[in-house]
Structures are given as structure tokens and as C-alpha cells.
């Protein structure tokens, strides 16, 4: 069994920062990612990690303004946003999977079977 739990969004004006924390409890985790849903679209995938070896994805649209980590000793999954703009605004949700039936880091919400909250984070212009 794994929980994640989101904390870190808020609201901050363009071009500001905010990291988003995700607590992680459960084991043998095999892929964690970041993923944003907005109001009337579809989610979708920004980040991911494969736990065991560091190797990181990103999708286009956040590549070198986001950072996604994992501290490992605070079994605490981070995601780092620099640069924010208004269109990154949305509800932000952490997830896992234990199935390494696909490859991983891997930034595409199908797949991931644990699911945070979510945490909101509103970007004004």
C-alpha cells in the first residue's frame, strides 16, 4: 500500500517560484511522477522519476523551468518551479506505481495506480 500526500501550492505571480512537496509512504515503489490538471482539460503529465536510479522526464512544456527530486531519506518527493507562468495553473497531484510493466521515468499519468490529494497552485499575471 502506498499514500501520497501533496503540500507547497499557493498562489504567486508570474514568473515567481514555489516547490511542491509530496509525502510518500509504502515500498518498493518502481516510478513516481508529477502530474496537473487544469479546469475542463484533461491531466496532464509533467515529471517523472525512476526512484532507484535518479533518471528524470519532463514534459515540453515545464523542461528547464521545473526540477522534479526525491529525498529518499525523508521519503519525500519534491517538485522545484521556477519561471512560473499563468497557463501553469492548475491542481498539481504526486503518484507512484508499484508495476514495472512499463519503462520509467515515464511523464504520462496511464499507468500510475497511487494518487495524492492534490495541492493547488494558481499563477497570476
Known amino acids: 500500500q502506498v499514500q501520497l500526500a501533496e503540500s507547497g501550492g499557493g498562489s504567486v505571480q508570474a514568473g515567481g517560484s514555489l516547490r511542491l512537496s509530496c509525502a510518500v509512504s509504502?515500498?518498493?515503489?518502481?516510478?513516481m511522477g508529477w502530474f496537473r490538471q487544469a479546469p475542463g482539460k484533461e491531466r496532464e503529465g509533467i515529471a517523472s522519476?525512476?526512484?532507484?536510479?535518479?533518471?528524470?522526464a519532463y514534459a515540453d512544456s515545464v523542461k528547464g523551468r521545473f526540477t522534479i527530486s526525491r529525498d529518499s531519506a525523508q521519503n519525500t518527493l519534491y517538485l522545484q518551479m521556477n519561471s512560473l507562468k499563468p497557463e501553469d495553473t492548475a491542481m498539481y497531484y504526486c503518484?507512484?506505481?508499484?508495476?514495472?510493466?512499463?519503462?520509467?521515468?515515464?511523464?504520462?499519468?496511464?499507468?500510475?495506480?497511487?494518487w495524492g490529494q492534490g495541492t493547488q497552485v494558481t499563477v497570476s499575471s
Open positions: 509504502g515500498y518498493n515503489i518502481y516510478c
Open positions: 522519476i525512476y526512484p532507484a536510479g535518479g533518471a528524470t
Open positions: 503518484a507512484a506505481t508499484l508495476s514495472r510493466g512499463a519503462y520509467c521515468p515515464r511523464p504520462r499519468p496511464e499507468g500510475y495506480n497511487y
